[in-house]
């Protein structure tokens, strides 16, 4: 059956939402990096990895597009969970949750405290989104999807080749809604790399099309992007949404006006 790219949304009759995503500062990140785990709530972000991984031969799957009036949809509740170089984020919303990046190998154990702290567990999570390639993004994506056996894995189609996974993953995209979450491409830091917005809550999840510096906010790191003048035009399309709260895979959590700064580093570029 062929997916329809408008909508992906899985209703498990619960209703919370979680997701976690690995950030920390913007520092070069390798599977050499040390890696300090700590789960912490919504705090610190980190550095952006080369991509080394083990190719995994995936296909798509595809889910029911459900209807839903975004106007009932509640806010997600963020969780940060801190590996010290690299970020995850667990995103809840009625006795859900949703985890966005996955961080190195190794990580489950951080992501699973982060699942708690917001009183959740491996059974709630439907949703395991992956922002880009790198392993500093991808590497516990295994281990994460054997602990959450209910859940379904994302990523953007041209990143997919690149990321291991025991289960297929679903291509997603601009205009794709996984769990009432929209996905936008933004491309440049990888082929396939996508962020994830909340309306409802006003949450930008940039992975690492963005980067958080000095309490405001900074593009890709040229060092580790594949195109940086394609992830250029992608911060100046994520200047065209509304937010007030972006975190990164690498840097602290901008809370408050969040998308006025990103509107004023799209206009520097």
Request: with cysteine; hydrophobic share 40%; net charge negative.
């Amino acid at each position: 059956m062929t997916m329809s790219r408008r909508a992906f949304m899985l209703d498990l009759g619960k209703g919370t939402l979680a997701v976690a995503v690995f950030g920390l500062g913007v520092v070069a990140c390798s599977e050499d990096d040390p890696v300090s785990p700590t789960s912490t709530p919504s705090t610190s972000p980190e550095s952006t990895a080369p991509p080394t991984t083990t190719p995994a031969t995936t296909s798509p799957q595809t889910t029911n597009p459900v209807t839903t009036n975004p106007l009932a949809v509640e806010a997600v509740q963020w969780e940060r969970v801190n590996l010290g170089f690299v970020s995850a984020y667990v995103l809840a919303r009625n006795g859900e949750a949703a985890i966005v990046d996955t961080g190195v190998s190794g990580s489950e154990g951080d992501i699973a405290s982060s699942l708690a702290a917001v009183g959740l567990g491996w059974g709630d999570v439907g949703h395991v989104i992956v922002t880009h390639l790198h392993p500093d993004h991808q590497g516990s994506l295994p281990a994460v999807m054997n602990a959450a056996g209910g859940a379904t894995a994302y990523a953007g189609a041209g990143d997919i080749p690149e990321i291991s996974s025991p289960r297929p993953i679903t291509p997603v995209g601009d205009g794709d809604m996984v769990f009432d979450l929209e996905i936008i491409d933004t491309p440049g830091h990888t082929p396939g790399h996508i962020s994830v917005l909340d309306p409802a809550g006003g949450l930008l999840v940039a992975g690492d099309a963005l980067n958080g510096a000095d309490g405001g906010v900074i593009g890709a790191n040229p060092e580790f992007t594949a195109d940086i003048v394609m992830a250029d035009q992608s911060v100046q399309k994520l200047a065209t949404f509304t937010f007030e709260t972006v975190v990164f895979g690498h840097g602290e959590p901008v809370v408050g006006l969040a998308s006025q700064q990103v509107a004023g580093l799209a206009a520097s570029i």
